[in-house]
Nanobody
Framework: QVQLVESGGGLVQPGGSLRLSCSAS????????MGWHRQAPGKQRELVAE???????RYAKSMKGRFTVSRYGAENTVYLLANSVEPEDTAVYYC????????????????WGQGTQVTVSS
């Protein structure tokens, strides 16, 4: 069982930057894809961005341009960077991972992290 451990988050000033990272807890063969979802209070969990072990990315339309997902090759660590965050970006951010291509294609996530709270407020 792979565990995903997130770090970063906390309180961020409006207009500031957000940096999150997530690593798999075990020495597991390269996960096919990793990424981030978020869930704001009273809303459904939504995709932010994902990246494969070949560097191919997938963004939610509303996130593209403000969020950047990255990963060093096939390493099982994924990062999320956002600039100029807004109060609307307040949410619990969840790391996720896929074991193989078909699950990534269908959006069937194999593993979730426990989530890290991000609050954008002055």
């Amino acid at each position: 069982q792979v565990q995903l451990v997130e770090s970063g988050g906390g309180l961020v000033q409006p207009g500031g930057s957000l940096r999150l990272s997530c690593s798999a807890s075990e020495d597991y063969p390269s996960l096919y894809a990793m990424g981030w979802h978020r869930q704001a209070p009273g809303k459904q969990r939504e995709l932010v961005a994902e990246i494969t072990n070949a560097g191919s990315t997938r963004y939610a339309k509303s996130m593209k341009g403000r969020f950047t997902v990255s990963r060093y090759g096939a390493e099982n660590t994924v990062y999320l960077l956002a600039n100029s965050v807004e109060p609307e970006d307040t949410a619990v951010y969840y790391c996720n991972a896929y074991l193989e291509f078909r699950s990534y294609l269908s959006g069937h996530v194999h593993y979730w992290g426990q989530g890290t709270q991000v609050t954008v407020s002055s």
